[in-house]
C-alpha cells in the first residue's frame, strides 16, 4: 500500500493538502493502545480526523487499486459516504434498505457489535421475504453481537444450526475457533475444526488452518489428519505457496524429510520472494 498509494504525487500532495499524516506501527506499543482506543479489525486501516479529532470515517484493508482508494479518500474529506453521511440519510428515510446496511457495515469497520446487531435485526425487518438476499449475513450478525456480549459461544453454535449459507458458517465456525484458542481448549478447537470440515468440505481455508493448528501446537498425535487436509487443500488450491508451506512444516515436524523438502520446493518455486521457505529448506536438508 506504501508503494502504491502513498508514494503517488497525486495522493501525497493531496493528503498534505487536507491533514496531518501519521504512521504508526500497528505492533508497537503505541499501536496496540490506538488499536484498543479505536478498535479497528486489522492492518491496513486509514482513520480520517477533523482539527479536533473527531473521526470522519476510516478505510479499511487495500485490495490493490489506488484509484479506488483515492477517490473514497475524497468522498471522506468532502463528507460524502461517511458513516455520518448515511445516519443523516437514516433521519429522513428511516426505511433505507441501503443506507441501513450501510451504517451496518460502518459498525463492523469499528467491532461496534451492538450497533451491528442493531442495525442487523433493523435490517431482517425492512426485508421479511429476503429478497435483498441478506438474511443468513444479518442472522450471522446478530449472532455474533450477541457471542461477543455474553462471551459464550450459544449463539453462534444456534446459528451454524440454522445456516447453509457457507460465507457465513465459516466466518462462525471461525469465531468460536479463535474462541476455544484464545482459552487454550485445544479439544475444542479440534473439534470445531472437525464440525466445520464436515460441514464445509470445500473449505481450503479450514483445512489449511486446521493443519498449521496442529502442527503450530505440535499435536503430534494428530499429523496423519492434520497432513490429509492440508493435501487435500493443496489439490483445490495448487498455487497458494502458503498452503505448500504448511504441508512441508507438518511432514518434517512428521518425521517425512525428504518429502518436506520437495514440498517446500514447490512454494519456493511459487512465490520465491519469501525467505522463509528458502531457511526451511536449508534447514530440512541439514536433517
Not at 12 to 17: H, K, T
Not at 195 to 221: R, T
Request: aromatic share 12%; net charge negative; with cysteine.
Amino acid at each position: 500500500m506504501n508503494q502504491l498509494v502513498h508514494t503517488d504525487k497525486a495522493v501525497g500532495e493531496y493528503i498534505n493538502a487536507h491533514y496531518v499524516s501519521v504512521k504508526i506501527n500497528g505492533d508497537s506499543l503505541e499501536g496496540k493502545q490506538l488499536r484498543d482506543q479505536y478498535k479497528y479489525p486489522g492492518y491496513p486501516t486509514t482513520i480520517l480526523m477533523t482539527a479536533n479529532g473527531e473521526e470522519i470515517d476510516r478505510i479499511v484493508g487495500f485490495g490493490g487499486n489506488k484509484d479506488e482508494y483515492f477517490q473514497v479518500l475524497k468522498d471522506y474529506t468532502e463528507g460524502r459516504g461517511t458513516l455520518g453521511d448515511y445516519l443523516n440519510r437514516l433521519i429522513n428515510e428511516p426505511g433505507d434498505f441501503e443506507a441501513n446496511y450501510a451504517v451496518l457495515k460502518k459498525y463492523e469497520d469499528r467491532n461496534d457489535y451492538p450497533a451491528m446487531r442493531q442495525y442487523a435485526g433493523t435490517i431482517l425487518k425492512l426485508d421479511p421475504e429476503n429478497k435483498q438476499g441478506k438474511r443468513y449475513e444479518m442472522q450471522y450478525y446478530i449472532a455474533l453481537g450477541d457471542f461477543k456480549t455474553s462471551g459464550e459461544v450459544a449463539a453462534l453454535k444456534k446459528f451454524i444450526a440454522g445456516c447453509s449459507d457457507e460465507q457465513w458458517l465459516q466466518q462462525a465456525y471461525n469465531n468460536i475457533i479463535r474462541f476455544y484458542s484464545k482459552k487454550q481448549d485445544q479439544p475444542n478447537v479440534l473439534a470445531t475444526y472437525e464440525a466445520a470440515l464436515e460441514k464445509l468440505p470445500q473449505s481450503a481455508d479450514l483445512m489449511n488452518g486446521y493443519a498449521w493448528y496442529i502442527f503450530e501446537n505440535k499435536v503430534s498425535e494428530k499429523y496423519a489428519r492434520g497432513i490429509q487436509a492440508v493435501r487435500r487443500a493443496v489439490e483445490m488450491e495448487p498455487e497458494a505457496d502458503h498452503i505448500w508451506d504448511t504441508l512441508g512444516q507438518l511432514l518434517y515436524a512428521d518425521g517425512q524429510v525428504e518429502e518436506a523438502i520437495q514440498v517446500m520446493l514447490k512454494a519456493a518455486e511459487i512465490d520465491p520472494k519469501e525467505e522463509s521457505y528458502r531457511e526451511n529448506i536449508k534447514k530440512y536438508q541439514k536433517h
